[in-house]
C-alpha cells in the first residue's frame, strides 16, 4: 500500500487510487492479479490496492479476459484441423466422381471452398486470389482451380444446378489465370464446351478468361500494376509467339508457376523495381521487334 494511502487510513479517510471514491478500507491486489491486468486488461499502472468494488470489476476483467482467450485458442484450433482436414475433402470428391457418384462429390467440394471461408474469414462465395498471395499459398490457388473446374463439370450433370455452375464459371476464371494450370484448363473448356449440357456456363468462362487474360507477372510488378507499352509487348510475345507452339507453351506454363514468387520478391524489395524495369524495357523492344517480323 502506498504511503499516501497508508496516511489517509490512519487519519480515518481512505479513497480508492483506481476510481478516487471515499471507502471505509482497501483490499489488496497479488503480483499474479497485477500482471493479469496489466498484459490482457491493458490496465496500467495497477495500484498495489483499490476498493472492495473495484477490486470485484477487476476480477471479472481476469475471468473475463481468460474466458476470451480460451475462446480464441478454441477456435484457431479449430481452424488448424480444418485446415489439415481440407486435402482430404478434395481427395473424397475426385473418388465419388469416379463412382459417378455427382451429388456427394458436389458436397465434398463445396465443403472444402467452406473451410477456406472459414480459416480465411470471408463470407460465402467472396474467397479472391488476393487471399493466397505468396509462394506458400500459391499452390492452394491450383487446387481451388482444380476443384472449380470439377463443380463446373459435376453442375452440368443437373439442371437444377445452372445456377451453381455459373457462378463457378466465375470464381474458376478469376482464379485460373494466377495457376499454371490455366492454359490445360482453357484447353478442357473448349472441348467440353461441344458435349455439355450447359455450354453456355463454359462460353462465360471461356469469355471471362480471355477479357482478363493472364497477368505478365513480374512485369506487372516492376511498373507497379500500370499496363504500360513494356507489358503490353510482353504480353503480345506470349500469346503471339509462345502460346502458338509446344515448347513455347510449356515454357509459359513454367513462366507462371514461378513468377508469383519473384513478383511478391519485388513488391517485398522495391528498390529492385527500377533495375528490373530496365532489363524489361530492352527485352519488350527486342520481342517487338522478332513479333514485328
Known sequence: ?????????????????????????????????????????????????????????????????????????????????????????????????????????????????????????????????????????SQEMTVITSVYWDLMRVYDTNPRYLDRQMKAAEKLAEFARFTPIFPHIMRKAEVQLRSAKHPDAFKKFIKLSNSRRPRCFIATAAFDGQRTETVDALCRFRDERLKRSRLGRSLVVIYYSISPSIAEMLDRHPRLKPAVRAVLNRLAILMSFGTSR
Open 1 to 137: 500500500m502506498s504511503d499516501a494511502a497508508s496516511k489517509q487510513e490512519t487519519e480515518g479517510i481512505i479513497s480508492c487510487p483506481y476510481c478516487h471514491d471515499s471507502v471505509p478500507s482497501l483490499v489488496r491486489i497479488e503480483p499474479g492479479t497485477k500482471l493479469r491486468l496489466q498484459t490482457h486488461a491493458k490496465i496500467s499502472p495497477v495500484p498495489d490496492a483499490v476498493c472492495e468494488g473495484c477490486f470485484k470489476m477487476m476480477a471479472k476483467m481476469v475471468s473475463k479476459g481468460a474466458a476470451l482467450r480460451a475462446e480464441q485458442a478454441s477456435k484457431e484450433q479449430n481452424r488448424l484441423m480444418l485446415w489439415k482436414n481440407r486435402v482430404g475433402l478434395v481427395k473424397q470428391a475426385k473418388q465419388f466422381i469416379t463412382q459417378k457418384n455427382f451429388s456427394e462429390a458436389a458436397v465434398s467440394f463445396e465443403k472444402y471452398l467452406r473451410v477456406l471461408e472459414i480459416v480465411y474469414d470471408t463470407k460465402a462465395g467472396e474467397l479472391t486470389p488476393d487471399l493466397f498471395k505468396g509462394e506458400a499459398k
